[in-house]
């Protein structure tokens, strides 16, 4: 397929997740703020919002104050943070339309209406009120968009494309999610336990859509390594790193032109990670270095599936 | 100037009889009720937004996207109206191709007097043309022929349309629309399809790649998701199954064009492209556009590659050249033109310059190479003032329009608002040529949404209604 229509279609997908798991992040995080805490203050309190997003820096220049008010505004509708969920939708529509010939029909009519209805929210405040029925209707397009795709397209390249920026965004979202929260939430030397813990892990959980998960699986009280281990090394925990990987390296190996790249190479030692690794050794070396360094082979990756497909030079 | 009254209708013919081809449906208009078809237009305008079928428009607010209004009152001709419309674009087609086969080599038209020399002159002629052969001898693989109705028997062609022609998507989807808003209505009519469309077209663009070359690879050529028509684009190549290319994506190398793909390069034999010449290769041309692919006339002049429509049949369908179409089917095929001209006023020539401002007010004043109905005066619905300031306009360079009386263009039932009125429509037939030259039973049918209003364009206020051939007559 053209080099730029799978850019496009890639770059669709990433914005999409992106825009879920944005809303994910600020839904929990509002709800855990409805959880009386004093020893915490409103810009602490909203910082790793930020953080996980990526957009700490920026933020400091376009806003400066952290307030509940001022995140919550400048994650969900800042055009201004190319991270806000109005502009990874935007971005994704933008990226569907100049490749719309490429989907089925009811790809485009799904990506055009999350479009069209969107224009409904605009002149919202969330910071006084509707932000949680925003954030499920973001998480409910994204789920039909996926599910759209799925149900409709043909099994080519274009899907592959499509699935493989899916899952890159995704791996490098819950990467970030658990490297702040888990810094967070565990000061060196702390003990854990208490109902504020118990809330704050619950929420983490519960923004992958893992707490009922937890539950079936472990059967216990909520142990930090545990929900580590669940959304890093588990395969059968959707939004894991592992599961990512096993797409990751499938897709990568469908792909019309696979052969020697460096992505999948670099995919391949990163599966072999997850999927041979123990979450012990894991925590021996530091659970932030495994975290950063994995962000880090991931954003790798992506650069590689820039070089090998989507901006061949010749 | 003919008044409102002896407008002709397309359903009672502009008197107080229904004519035997609507017979049928005006029963079916007469027994719905407006509230109805009001909805069913608001079901089409939510359905029609939802799949995007929007264009931008040049000129307006950050390019917006707006929908071109779509009537859902159809235009009826009879398979013997059609028969007659559809053997005079064919014929009109294929003399142009061969127009330009003869401009572009021995120029026999222009030795045997019939056209003047000073069409050479035009910018649309391309020296770099010249002696050129492409395939089949087919310059203008689509073609748009814009033809109005003034009366029962009276046809006339408006405008030959030879460079990129627009429109056949709004006549693919509203044909789409119409048969899921009245499924009843088809099954009652037998209306000749126009889906097989993107078919033809695509067997057309294999058949005129270069010699030799098994299942060739045809693309098409877009400026990109900005470009007005980006809409239709996307459309017919996803219909025809091709790849839709920008500039970008492609590239020369030992005379063969070839596109970007995540599997690496590959040939591309046929380009059906929806960039203009000026635009289309920045080595050639225009050297500032980054839409086109630098070297590709180079290719294309050395039989590397096929494009479609060739460069440089924008001399054909110019206005100044329009006037010597008849000529041309006389001289090349040696038949009586069946579609009529309008007839023209040259005002590069002094009589008709003269005659042209002492009738301002009564005749239809165009720009020789305008198109999208700018630059244009419709001398009896213009102010004085705006008629004056006209008046200069051509004074100061008359080589540059023609003149036609103001023609009564047909009306047809529209919905407006909420009640029937009659509106003035023209229509746009879509004549394909690769092996042999043929037209779909359609066209694009305009119509000027604006009471008493005679230009049709999209830009300016035009919708489109779907256009029924109906294959036998029907009686209520």
């Given amino acids: 397929m053209l080099s730029r229509t799978a850019d496009h279609l890639y770059w669709m997908a990433r914005y999409i997740e992106r825009a879920e798991n944005m809303a994910r992040a600020l839904d929990v995080t509002y709800n855990m703020s409805l959880v009386p805490n004093e020893d915490i203050t409103e810009a602490m309190f909203w910082s790793p919002a930020l953080e996980i997003s990526g957009t700490t820096e920026i933020y400091e220049k376009d806003i400066g104050e952290v307030t509940a008010a001022n995140v919550i505004n400048y994650l969900a509708m800042d055009q201004r943070n190319p991270s806000s969920i109005y502009s990874a939708l935007k971005s994704a529509r933008e990226n569907a339309h100049a490749v719309r010939v490429t989907m089925t029909t009811e790809t485009w009519e799904s990506i055009n209406s999350i479009w069209l209805e969107f224009s409904q929210f605009l002149k919202q405040d969330f910071s006084k009120k509707g932000l949680r029925e925003f954030c499920d209707w973001v998480k409910t397009r994204s789920h039909l968009f996926r599910g759209v795709c799925f149900g409709t397209m043909l099994r080519d390249d274009a899907f592959n494309f499509v699935r493989l920026g899916t899952f890159i965004e995704r791996a490098d979202n819950t990467a970030r999610l658990l490297d702040v929260k888990y810094h967070l939430l565990l000061p060196t030397g702390q003990e854990v336990g208490g109902a504020v813990d118990y809330y704050e892990w619950s929420s983490v959980l519960r923004s992958v859509s893992a707490l009922q998960a937890y539950q079936k699986i472990f059967n216990d009280t909520i142990e930090p390594w545990r929900v580590a281990e669940l959304l890093t090394l588990r395969c059968d925990m959707p939004r894991s790193l592992h599961a990512c990987f096993d797409e990751i390296i499938l897709i990568l190996e469908a792909l019309s032109n696979s052969k020697n790249n460096e992505a999948f190479r670099l995919a391949g030692e990163i599966h072999a990670k997850l999927h041979y690794g123990k979450i012990k050794d894991i925590f021996q070396s530091g659970l932030h270095e495994f975290l950063s360094d994995f962000i880090k082979s991931n954003d790798l990756i992506g650069q590689e599936i820039h070089k090998h497909f989507l901006s061949a030079t010749y | 100037m003919a008044k409102t009254n002896t407008f002709f209708d397309e359903m009672t013919s502009g008197k107080d009889e229904i004519r035997s081809i609507y017979s049928a449906y005006s029963q079916w208009l007469k027994d719905t009720s407006n509230t109805q078809l009001k909805s069913k237009n608001q079901e089409a305008e939510l359905l029609f937004r939802r799949v995007g079928i929007t264009f931008n428009v040049y000129g307006e607010t950050d390019g917006a996207e707006r929908l071109i209004p779509f009537d859902i009152i159809p235009r009826l001709l009879s398979s013997k109206e059609w028969d007659f419309i559809s053997k005079g ?83 693919l989807e509203n044909r789409k629309m119409m048969m899921r808003l009245f499924p009843e209505l088809f099954r009652r009519y037998s209306v000749a399809p126009v889906e097989h469309y993107p078919q033809v077209l695509l067997n057309n663009l294999r058949a005129v790649a270069q010699n030799g070359i098994e299942d060739p690879t045809v693309v098409l050529l877009t400026p990109g998701a900005y470009n007005s028509a980006y809409f ?80 440089g049949t924008g001399v054909a369908d110019d206005k100044a050249t329009y006037m010597y179409v008849p000529k041309m089917i006389e001289f090349y095929l040696n038949e009586k033109p069946i579609l009529e001209n309008v007839p023209t006023y040259d005002l590069s020539k002094e009589d008709d310059l003269q005659y042209t401002l002492s009738h301002l007010n009564e005749l239809v004043v165009k720009e020789v190479q305008g198109s999208g109905g700018y630059g244009m005066l419709v001398g009896p619905t213009s102010t004085k003032k705006e008629i004056e300031v006209f008046r200069e306009v051509i004074i100061k360079n008359p080589n540059n329009y023609i003149a036609q009386p103001t023609l009564s263009l047909s009306q047809c039932p529209t919905l407006i608002d909420e009640s029937i009125d009659s509106r003035h429509v023209d229509l746009r037939p879509f004549v394909l040529s690769g092996k042999e030259t043929s037209v779909v039973p359609g066209g694009l049918c305009r119509v000027a949404l604006k009471k008493g209003s005679l230009v ?11 256009t029924w051939i109906l294959e036998k007559n029907h009686h209520a």
Avoid: W
Wanted: aromatic content about 8%; cysteine-free; charged content about 20%.
């Fill in chain 2, 232 to 311: 239709e684009h996307a459309f017919i190549a996803q219909q025809m199954g091709i790849e839709l290319v920008e500039g970008k994506d492609l590239f020369v190398s030992k005379n063969s064009v070839y596109m970007k793909t995540t599997e690496g390069p590959r040939r591309v034999d046929v380009i059906y492209r929806r960039i203009d010449d000026d635009y289309i290769d920045p080595l050639a041309f225009n050297e500032i556009s980054m839409l086109g692919v630098p070297g590709l006339l180079s290719v294309y002049r050395e039989g590397g590659v096929t494009l479609a429509n060739a460069i």
């Fill in chain 2, 89 to 171: 674009t064919i014929q009109r087609v294929k003399a142009l191709n061969m127009f330009l086969h003869d401009i572009y080599h021995d120029q026999l038209i222009i030795k045997e007097g019939l056209v003047p020399q000073s069409l050479l002159q035009n910018s649309q002629y391309r020296p770099e043309m010249f002696g050129v052969d492409v395939p089949n001898q087919i310059y203008a693989h689509i073609a748009g022929i814009d033809i109005v109705r003034i009366d029962e028997s009276q046809f006339y062609v408006l405008e030959d349309n030879l460079r990129t022609p627009s429109g056949v998507s709004y006549m």
């Fill in chain 2, 456 to 466: 049709v364009n999209s830009s300016q206020g035009g919708g489109t209604k779907d």
